[in-house]
């Protein structure tokens, strides 16, 4: 595959849509090259492997992590004093739909319309790191203010409602672990700051013939929207099978996952610039696209990386 290491803009189009099939059914352009998502199982897999799957990859989710979300209870009981907060910041889609769903298992009205939440949104103080989450929070009714041009922690901090200084009270609702650089830089800028973990992320070991499969994989493409499920499956793939990662294709959602994915050994690397299933499938098969020979010129053998870039 040709390596790369350069960012393709995001298209519009929501979590699940945006993303379209071959035109032509009798050459689709993923055919023979196998796709391993590395996500949450959840709708917007779905949506993306079966467009994958329609372009004629053979296409698999690998999910190295499982999502647990704390009990009911013991949401309910952070939750309650965190009703008068001012901010609220929600760092991926798998926070709003865990928090949203243990808010109505445990009966509260947290996101309920013209409930604290919904007012923080509407005045512009409800925040999500990409389109991903703030979509689901817009699914609910919430509005949330979005970076421009780049989705994470960096971006976040750069939005003129959290520049500071802050007086008020922000919840990071999330998980433990990730980069832990919000909450210290918000408490610099005077803000109280809460982090509201309603999550967890739990190693899972993937069955064996799952770990061949992808080692064994003569044109193989990975697609990872987090450096937390990445880290994860390189963890996972011992011996032999870790002379995958250099020669694999890699799609990620940002420029930090990419620097993370270097350091890891992935070297043909392309950015999607979010992780909406759309703009993953569409730089999945703008990754393919590029590493395709020109007629009359034969496939470079896996493996070797060719040395010229995309533009």
């Not at 994989?217 to 002379?243: D, I, K, N, T, W």
């Not at 940002?254 to 703009?279: C, K, M, N």
């Not at 590029?290 to 533009?311: C, E, K, T, V, Y």
Request: aromatic share 4%.
């Amino acid at each position: 595959m040709q390596q790369d290491t350069g960012q393709v803009r995001p298209h519009g189009g929501g979590d699940n849509g945006g993303m379209h099939a071959a035109t032509d059914p009798s050459s689709p352009p993923l055919r023979g090259v196998q796709v391993f998502t590395l996500r949450p199982h959840d709708a917007g897999t779905r949506a993306l492997l079966s467009a994958l799957r329609l372009d004629g990859a053979q296409a698999y989710n690998l999910a190295p992590l499982r999502l647990v979300a704390i009990p009911p209870e013991a949401f309910a009981r952070q939750a309650d004093p965190l009703a008068g907060a001012s901010h609220w910041l929600f760092t991926s889609p798998a926070a709003v739909r865990m928090a949203a769903s243990l808010a109505a298992r445990a009966g509260l009205d947290l996101f309920a319309p013209g409930a604290a939440l919904a007012q923080a949104g509407a005045a512009g103080r409800v925040f999500a790191p990409g389109p991903g989450s703030a979509e689901a929070l817009q699914r609910l009714g919430i509005t949330a203010q979005v970076p421009v041009g780049r989705y994470d922690s960096e971006g976040i901090l750069a939005l003129p409602a959290l520049s500071g200084p802050l007086q008020g009270h922000v919840v990071i609702v999330g998980a433990p672990g990730g980069r832990g650089l919000l909450a210290p830089a918000l408490r610099e800028r005077g803000a109280r700051v809460t982090l509201f973990h309603v999550y967890a992320r739990q190693p899972r070991p993937l069955p064996a013939r799952h770990l061949a499969r992808l080692a064994a994989a003569p044109q193989a493409v990975l697609v990872a929207s987090s450096g937390a499920m990445l880290a994860a499956l390189v963890a996972q793939l011992r011996g032999r099978r870790r002379e995958v990662i250099p020669r694999a294709g890699l799609v990620v959602a940002s420029t930090r996952l990419q620097a993370q994915a270097r350091e890891l050994g992935f070297r043909t690397i392309l950015v999607a610039g979010s992780a909406r299933p759309a703009d993953l499938h569409r730089v999945t098969l703008a990754l393919v696209s590029s590493a395709a020979p020109a007629p009359g010129r034969p496939r470079p053998a896996a493996g070797r990386a060719r040395p010229d870039r995309l533009a």
